[in-house]
């Protein structure tokens, strides 16, 4: 009776890991993707924080991943100045 239980056991959580592995491929597949990139101007007192917060309430990616994105594709750290020009990505709607 106990072999059986430990069987039952692993099937239910092979189970569940197969399950957690699609969702979270499926999750994945779900995030908005990049499709251009566009010029913007840092205005006094601006921070990278500002510039991704919008930008993460309309995508619903983190803010520091977006902050991460702007940073690599600018060559930049999160020292900007005002009037410095760096391009922002633009993603798409459609999921």
Not at 47 to 71: F, H, N, V, Y
């Amino acid at each position: 009776m106990i072999k059986r239980e430990k069987r039952l056991i692993c099937i239910i959580c092979a189970t569940v890991l197969m399950f957690s592995i699609a969702y979270s491929i499926y999750n994945r597949s779900q995030q908005p993707k990049i499709i251009s990139y566009e010029p913007y101007y840092i205005s006094r007192g601006e921070t990278l924080w500002d510039i991704a917060k919008p930008i993460s309430q309309a995508t619903g990616l983190g803010i520091q991943s977006i902050i991460s994105e702007i940073e690599n594709h600018n060559g930049i750290t999160a020292n900007i100045k005002i009037g410095q020009s760096i391009e922002i990505p633009t993603y798409s709607n459609d999921k």
